[in-house]
C-alpha cells in the first residue's frame, strides 16, 4: 500500500521533527532542528516496512556513512546517521531551502540549452567527486537534484542528494507502492535488466535530465511504465534537436553519447562529458555555470531575449569560420541553430542560402568535370575513328549520344537548409541523323546506368566517436587511426567492420570488433564503440577467518581467501570499501582498480 504522510513524527533523541519537507516510497524527509548545535537540518526517517527488513536497514547505514565522505560543493552534506540501538533508521543531512530541479522544469517549459548545460556542468563535477571515491548514485534526476541560490555571490549552485540509497531496498526490488525501483525514465538500460552498475549507469541518467532540460520532455515516455522501459531497452528515443531545433546538433550530439543504448557507447568518464559541455558553453562567453544559471533565475524572460541576440551573433561568426575552415558541416549545423532563434533575419538567411548555394555550385562542377573528361575522351576516340574508318574503308555502326546525367554523382555534405533547389532545364537531343562512329566498349569504369532504386544515395558520412580517448579504429581492416574527440568518413552504404584497439598492447583491454549497418538518411550517422575492458580481479589476503571486505560501489562483497571477478567499464576505477571481522577494528579502504590485473588487500 502507499505510505502517506506521518500525522504523528517520531521523537528523536538529537533532534526535533519541525514540519515534513518531502515524502517517497523510501522515505519522509522532515525540517528538524539539532538541539545540540541549534542548527536546522533535513533529516531523512526511513518508512517502518524498510526499517524492519535488517539487509535494507543495514545497507541504508553503510551507505549512508560512505557518502558522509563526500565533501564537495555540490553534493548535500551527510551530518549524521542512526546508530544500531535507535529504534529509527535515518540519515542527517543539509538543510537545503532552495526549489527542486523537477519544479524548474515544470515552471519553464523551454529552458536555454546553454542553462541547461550549466546544470549538468556541475552535476559532472559532483558525480566526478563521488565516482572517485567509489560512490554511484543510481538515482539521478531532476527530484533529487536542488538548487541553493546566493544572493549575495550572485550564484546558483546544483546540490545532487540521495547518493547511493536507492540502494538500500536492492533486497525487496521494490517500492511501496510496488513499482520498479526508480524512476523508469531514467534508468539505464543495465538497471532495468540487472546488469553491472557503473559510472555510465549514472552518465546515462545525468544524459536523460538534460535532455529533458533541453527540450522540454522526456526522451524515453509512454502511457505506462512498461512502454517507457521498452522503450529505454530498444534506445528509441526522437533526436533533441528535431524535437526542438534551438538545441542545435552539437548539443544533440553530446546527449547522444550519453544515452547510448550500450554502456561501452557511452562517455567513459563525467569529466570527459563535462569537457565537451564546456568546450561548447565557452564558445558563447559561458564560463561561469553558476553565476550563468543565478543570472536566468533572476529574470528568466529578460535574460532569454539577451542571450538570445547575444547567441545568434555567436553562432553566425562561428560558422563563418567553420566556412571558411572548408567545414560545410560545422557551419550548416550552427547556422541551422540561428536560424532557430531568428527566423526572419535575413541577413542569416542569406548567410544559408549562400553556403547550400555554394555547395550546390561545387556538386555541379564536379559533375561538369567528371562529364568533360569523359566527353573529351569520347571526342578523342571519336576522331580517331573517324580517320580509322577512312584507311580501313570500314562501314561505322550507330552508338547512342553521351548522356552526361548518367554519371554517378559526388557524395557531399548533406545541409538541412529548406532552400529551393535551381531548376535544370534539360535541352532535347536533336531529331536528325545521329552522331557515326565506330562501336567503342563502355567506360564502366566512368559512366554508370541509373541506379535501379531511383538514384539513391551510395555513401553516407559517419561519426566515429570511441572510449577510452586514446583508442584506433580500423574500418574494414584498413590501418588504425586515432580517433580522438571524433573521426568523421564517408562510407559506402552497407555492412562494414569496425575494430577498436589501443596504440599498445595492454593486459587491461583487448580490441573489439563490431559490424554496423551504413544507412541511407540525413547527416551523419553516428558510430560509437571502443575496446573491451578484461575484468578486474579482487581479493582479500589475511587477518581473521571471518574477515569480510564489503565493497557497495561494486555490489560485493569479498570474504578472506577468497577473490570475485569485477566487471570494468574503464581502465582504472576507484572504490571504497569497509573492512570487518574478528579482532580488527572496523575501516575503510580506498582501492584503485586496474582491468584484467589482480588486485589484492590486505587487512
Known amino acids: 500500500m502507499t505510505i502517506g504522510p506521518s500525522s504523528a513524527p517520531p521523537d528523536l533523541v538529537k533532534y526535533r521533527l519541525l514540519d515534513e519537507i518531502g515524502h517517497g516510497g523510501m522515505a ?6 539539532d538541539v545540540r548545535l541549534n542548527r536546522e537540518v533535513a533529516v531523512k526517517l526511513m518508512h517502518p516496512h524498510l526499517r524492519d527488513n535488517t539487509e535494507a536497514a543495514a545497507r541504508f547505514v553503510a551507505e549512508a556513512r560512505a557518502v558522509a565522505q563526500l565533501r564537495h560543493q555540490g553534493i548535500v552534506e551527510i551530518y549524521d546517521v542512526s546508530d544500531e540501538e ?35 556542468l556541475q552535476l559532472c563535477e559532483a558525480l566526478g567527486h563521488a565516482h572517485d571515491k ?14 541553493e541560490v546566493n544572493e549575495s555571490r550572485k550564484l546558483a549552485t546544483v546540490k545532487l542528494t540521495d547518493f547511493g540509497i536507492a540502494k538500500v531496498i536492492d533486497a525487496q526490488g521494490v517500492t511501496s507502492t510496488g513499482q520498479v525501483l526508480g524512476s523508469p525514465a531514467h534508468m539505464a538500460p543495465e538497471q532495468i535488466d540487472g546488469g553491472s552498475i557503473g559510472v555510465r549507469t549514472d552518465i546515462f541518467s545525468l544524459g536523460v535530465l538534460v535532455y529533458e532540460c533541453m527540450v522540454g520532455h522526456l526522451p524515453f515516455e509512454g502511457k505506462n511504465p512498461a512502454q517507457v522501459l521498452r522503450k529505454v531497452l530498444d534506445g528509441a528515443y526522437p533526436e533533441p534537436d528535431r524535437e526542438r531545433p534551438k538545441v542545435g546538433s552539437r548539443w544533440a550530439a553530446i546527449l547522444a553519447r550519453a544515452i547510448a543504448r550500450e554502456p561501452d557507447d557511452r562517455w567513459a568518464d563525467v569529466r570527459e562529458v563535462a569537457a565537451a559541455m564546456r568546450q561548447e558553453l565557452e564558445a558563447f562567453g559561458i564560463t561561469d555555470p553558476r553565476a550563468e544559471v543565478y543570472a536566468y533565475l533572476s529574470d528568466p524572460d529578460s535574460y532569454v531575449k539577451a542571450f538570445s541576440e547575444r547567441l545568434v ?39 544559408l542560402t549562400s553556403l547550400a548555394t555554394g555547395v550546390r555550385r561545387r556538386e555541379m562542377l564536379q559533375k561538369a568535370k567528371r562529364a568533360g ?91 566515429i566517436t570511441a572510449h577510452p580517448g586514446t583508442a584506433l579504429v580500423s ?22 567492420s569496425f575494430t577498436f584497439s589501443l596504440p599498445q598492447e595492454d593486459d ?52 578472506n581467501g577468497e577473490t570475485v571477478s ?32 589482480p588486485n589484492a588487500v590486505t587487512p
Not at 530541479?101 to 548545460?117: D, G, S
Not at 562512329?437 to 541506379?451: D, K
Not at 584498413?478 to 568523421?488: H, Y
Not at 574503464?570 to 582501492?591: A, E
Open 508 to 559: 587491461c583491454c583487448e580490441a573489439r570488433t563490431s559490424s554496423v549497418e551504413v544507412v541511407e538518411g540525413d547527416g551523419p550517422q553516428q558510430i560509437n564503440g571502443g575496446v573491451r575492458y578484461r575484468d578486474a580481479r579482487l581479493s582479500l589476503v589475511g587477518g581473521p577467518p571471518d574477515a569480510t571486505l564489503d565493497c557497495p560501489a561494486i555490489g560485493k562483497a569479498v570474504k
Open 313 to 351: 551573433e555567436a553562432l553566425k561568426d562561428r560558422a563563418e569560420e567553420a566556412r571558411k575552415r572548408g567545414d560545410t558541416q560545422g557551419a550548416a549545423a550552427d547556422l541551422n541553430r540561428a536560424v532557430a532563434y531568428a527566423p526572419d533575419d535575413q541577413h542569416l538567411l542569406h548567410q
Open 134 to 147: 567509489g560512490i554511484i548514485h543510481r538515482d539521478v534526476k531532476p527530484e533529487n537534484v536542488l538548487l
Open 373 to 463: 573528361i569523359v566527353l573529351a575522351a569520347f571526342a578523342a576516340l571519336g576522331t580517331g575513328a573517324f580517320l580509322f574508318a577512312r584507311w580501313v574503308h570500314v562501314e561505322p555502326v550507330l552508338t547512342p549520344a553521351f548522356d552526361p546525367s548518367a554519371v554517378e554523382p559526388t557524395a557531399l555534405p548533406i545541409i538541412t537548409a529548406s532552400i529551393p533547389a535551381p531548376r535544370v532545364t534539360r535541352v532535347p537531343r536533336p531529331s536528325a541523323t545521329p552522331t557515326r562512329s565506330l562501336r567503342i566498349p563502355p567506360m564502366h569504369t566512368v559512366v554508370r546506368p541509373p541506379s535501379p532504386n531511383g538514384g539513391a544515395k551510395t555513401e553516407r558520412e559517419v561519426r
Open 475 to 496: 574500418v574494414d581492416g584498413s590501418a588504425p587511426v586515432p580517433v580522438g574527440f571524433e573521426l568523421r568518413r564517408k562510407l559506402p552504404i552497407g555492412p562494414h
Open 566 to 597: 569485477v566487471k570494468m567499464i574503464q581502465v582504472d576505477q576507484r572504490i571504497l570499501c569497509f573492512l570487518s571481522g574478528s579482532g580488527i577494528p572496523p575501516s575503510q579502504k580506498t582501492i584503485m582498480l586496474r582491468a584484467g590485473r
Open 28 to 33: 519522509t524527509v522532515y525540517r528538524a532542528l
Open 86 to 120: 535507535d529504534d529509527e533508521r535515518f540519515l542527517v543531512a543539509q538543510l537545503v531551502r532552495g526549489p527542486s530541479l523537477r519544479k524548474l522544469v515544470k515552471e519553464h517549459e523551454e529552458i536555454p540549452p546553454e542553462i541547461a548545460a550549466c546544470l549538468g
